[in-house]
């Protein structure tokens, strides 16, 4: 059973189209990080989020915490080609333990 | 580049040998963390050190074993591999207090014939 729960599990969008990548868990996070990961590449890290209720923004990515700190989306605008890749949800129950989330691939279609 | 050094990219081994995989983190980061990322268990959380210490233990085998060396670079050792071993291996460093905000490396790619 996944600590975080990740949906859609795959996701393919016209470019230009917006998506959503929601992030569940039945636990409460003290912070959340959002990764991307491409092929043959390392997840790097887009954002982390601490506040619940909080919202932040990456040019055309939007990033959300939930109230209680247990669930966040990630919303892309006008989504681009550069924007495939997979997409991972990772939180911590406390400082040493981070668990991923099993990730939503997206495609961008041109 | 994330600052992280892993080597080697590519190891092509056989059933029951040993393996060792190698890390440098970002200069400065203490924690070095190593994962493995199979496509049925998603990224999966081994081990952690922190200045030569060990911190955290996750799903690591027994047939696993990881050390982190006064000069902080970090080795994960895989022994009597199985078929299912084969797996991407990603280490990973942080900043202390932020052990959330990750950098990874490129990753070992293991593949056990």
């Known amino acids: 059973t996944q600590l975080l729960e990740q949906s859609p599990q795959f996701l393919s969008i016209q470019e230009g189209e917006n998506l959503t990548v929601y992030c569940n868990s039945s636990?409460?996070?003290?912070?959340l990080q959002w990764y991307r990961q491409e092929p043959g590449e390392g997840p790097v890290l887009l954002v982390t989020?601490?506040?619940?209720?909080e919202v932040k923004k990456l040019k055309r990515l939007t990033f959300q915490f939930g109230d209680a700190r247990k669930d966040s989306s990630l919303h892309i605008t006008a989504a681009q080609p550069g924007d495939t890749g997979l997409y991972l949800c990772?939180?911590?129950?406390?400082?040493?333990?981070?668990?991923f989330g099993a990730g939503t691939t997206v495609t961008v279609r041109a | 580049d994330s600052g992280v050094t892993q080597t080697p990219k590519h190891l092509i081994t056989a059933t029951g040998q040993r393996v060792t995989l190698r890390c440098s983190p970002r200069?400065?980061?203490?924690?070095v963390y190593w994962y493995q990322q199979s496509l049925d268990q998603g990224l999966q959380f081994l081990i952690q050190?922190?200045?030569?210490?060990?911190?955290a233990k996750g799903n690591i085998l027994e047939r696993f074993s990881a050390q982190q060396f006064p000069d902080l670079h970090s080795e994960l050792n895989l022994s009597s591999l199985e078929l299912g071993d084969s797996a991407l291996y990603f280490c990973?460093?942080?900043?202390?207090?932020?052990?959330?905000?990750?950098?990874f490396g490129e990753g070992s790619r293991l593949t056990v014939l």
């Open positions: 990772a939180g911590g129950l406390n400082d040493y333990k981070l668990s």
């Open positions: 990973a460093s942080s900043v202390e207090g932020r052990a959330g905000e990750l950098f």
């Open positions: 200069s400065g980061d203490l924690s």
């Open positions: 989020v601490v506040t619940g209720g």
């Open positions: 636990s409460v996070f003290s912070s």
């Open positions: 050190y922190y200045n030569g210490e060990e911190r």
